[in-house]
């Protein structure tokens, strides 16, 4: 069974920082995509960032240079590092695993509010 635990969310002052973690099971790791999607009440969910299982990395331009993905396969891990966080960054973060047969697996999400 494959499970996708996001973890890290909180209450943050604007301008601080945060890192989300995504843990996973069930899959083989190593073999996939990773990304981070994040998603406000009324809205489509956003792309934020993803990694490939090569590690290759892409960046929405919503937040370049304030957030870095990075990946862990010793720990089945994604991280979503998140500095200069602002009010516009408030929203329950997800993260993705794609398998190399195309299908998707979604965690439960995360709450990141920050405040003003």
């Known amino acids: 069974q494959v499970q996708l635990v996001e973890s890290g969310g909180g209450l943050v002052q604007a301008g601080g920082s945060l890192r989300l973690s995504c843990e996973t099971s069930?899959?083989?790791?190593?073999?996939?995509?990773m990304g981070w999607y994040r998603q406000v009440p009324r809205k489509q969910r956003e792309l934020i960032a993803t990694?490939?299982?090569?590690?290759?990395?892409n960046i929405a331009n919503s937040v370049k240079g304030r957030f870095t993905i990075s990946r862990d396969n010793a720990k089945n891990t994604v991280y979503l590092e998140m500095n200069s966080l602002k009010d516009e960054d408030t929203a329950v973060y997800y993260c993705?695993?794609?398998?190399?047969?195309?299908?998707?697996?979604w965690g439960q999400g995360t709450q990141v509010t920050v405040s003003s």
């Open positions: 990694i490939t299982s090569g590690g290759s990395t």
């Open positions: 069930g899959i083989i790791f190593r073999r996939v995509a």
């Open positions: 993705k695993a794609t398998t190399t047969s195309g299908n998707d697996f």
